[in-house]
């Protein structure tokens, strides 16, 4: 077990708001967007004075690295390895039937269960149990949970632990989104079972959190609709405007994607992006390169990009920042939202040209034109890139404006004093001695 632990017996760490924060995959190196959100997270409960715990999970073919190697060593007074999730692949079929039709007759009749669609791998290995010990250990007065984890507030909740749910995403609109629009690929009854799964675990167990942390007003909306009771606060995505600096303007004619290919909607849109957008820019620039990185592209699919003209699979990078340093432009073609992906608030924060879908931005204010060109159809979104590759003032203006933008809304400042307005970490730092969490509702 990979521990990592300062001294906490001072009277100023005694006295400080305890925090437990819980990730279901070790934050670095930072592949994915969901990895820069847990580091900002875990950023700003050390900005706020809290004692910071962090228990993290690991998953399959990713090894931690070790935490003095990161700036964890920095921002967390007390670090543990919770054990790895169990891998989904090695459920059997007669286990994953078995879920699908709980899912399906728990979330016909909304009651709660154990188990739920993203937190199979996390349920299997108890870990419920590890973060309660855990909790109990460190003394929390809090503990932040990834959404797909918000079951097992119950249980904490039950042990007078102030429980504050990460919601990265509305799964109840996720999974709906996928029910949409991955239809006749197969698989529909269990799609539609996880949508409901994840309808009722919302429906449940937001009302019962502390509070609710969700990435935009737009989520914010869609989680009161969901659960009137629930106590809802905008935590936009954020990264920290002094790490992260505009970069020097590439003059190549470089298009650039990046994402995690085991989530379908990234893959669909790389997929769209080379074969319906690129072959048009190309007819406009025969100079350009399309490059498309991130883990997890499945093999087929990889071989038939590398086949179409100017197409370059370039797989995991290890520095997401230096490949969008390397595009003139980067377009996001993603039509699901899932929260507000960081890939878009990394490239507003590099001053990057960027051509996205509606869906990708909704929720963000943005201005088309200012920030960004936001275009859907195929032939729009080539024109959008074609007019950005053949006229660099506009993308410069583009990024200057995007990245006033970052700093005003998505940086890690911006996001401090959100929360010190608006969360319980802040208020209860002040009145710690007469602090209860609020009485569990009835079920």
Not at 87 to 116: C, E, M, Q
Request: hydrophobic share 45%; with cysteine; glycine share 6%.
């Amino acid at each position: 077990m990979q521990t990592s632990e300062k001294d906490s017996g001072t009277a100023s760490t005694r006295s400080a708001t305890r925090v437990l924060t819980v990730l279901p995959d070790f934050p670095f190196p930072a592949t994915t967007g969901l990895h820069l959100r847990m580091i900002a997270n875990l950023e700003l409960v050390h900005r706020l004075g809290c004692f910071s715990a962090l228990l993290y999970f690991s998953t399959e073919g990713r090894e931690p690295a070790p935490v003095e190697s990161t700036p964890l060593a920095q921002i967390c007074d007390d670090v543990r390895h919770g054990g790895r999730r169990f891998p989904h692949s090695d459920f059997s079929t007669i286990s994953l039937v078995l879920h699908k039709v709980d899912f399906l007759a728990r979330g016909a009749l909304g009651l709660p269960g154990k188990s739920y669609p993203f937190s199979m791998s996390y349920d299997r290995i108890n870990a419920p149990e590890i973060i309660l010990a855990e909790a109990r250990r460190v003394h929390a007065d809090f503990v932040i949970l990834p959404s797909m984890l918000m079951h097992y507030t119950v249980g904490l909740r039950t042990q007078r632990f102030g429980v504050i749910i990460d919601a990265a995403d509305v799964l109840t609109n996720l999974t709906a989104s996928f029910l949409k629009t991955l239809k006749g690929r197969g698989g529909r009854l269990g799609l539609y079972a996880n949508y409901l799964a994840s309808r009722t675990q919302e429906r449940v167990f937001l009302r019962e959190c502390t509070e609710v942390w969700t990435t935009s007003a737009t989520e914010a909306k869609e989680f009161l609709r969901i659960s009137p009771a629930a106590h809802v606060i905008v935590v936009p995505n954020s990264l920290d405007e002094n790490a992260i600096q505009p970069a020097h303007p590439s003059r190549e004619p470089v298009v650039g994607f990046i994402g995690t290919y085991s989530y379908a909607p990234n893959l669909q849109a790389a997929l769209f992006l080379a074969e319906q957008v690129f072959p048009r820019v190309l007819g406009h620039c025969p100079n350009a390169v399309l490059r498309i990185a991130g883990a997890n592209m499945p093999t087929d699919e990889a071989t038939k990009l590398r086949a179409l003209k100017n197409v370059e699979v370039l797989g995991p990078v290890a520095d997401s920042g230096r490949f969008m340093n390397s595009c003139a432009v980067l377009a996001l073609p993603v039509f699901i939202r899932g929260g507000v992906p960081l890939k878009v608030i990394e490239a507003m924060a590099r001053g990057k040209a960027v051509v996205a879908s509606p869906e990708l931005v909704d929720g963000i204010v943005v201005a088309d034109g200012k920030d960004m060109l936001v275009r859907s159809a195929p032939d729009d979104f080539a024109a959008a890139i074609v007019s950005l590759l053949g006229d660099t003032s506009l993308r410069d203006k583009l990024g200057v404006h995007a990245r006033a933008t970052f700093v005003r809304d998505f940086s890690i400042s911006s996001a401090e004093a959100l929360l010190r307005r608006n969360s319980e970490l802040a208020r209860h730092g002040a009145s710690r001695d007469c602090y209860l969490p609020p009485k569990m509702s009835s079920q």
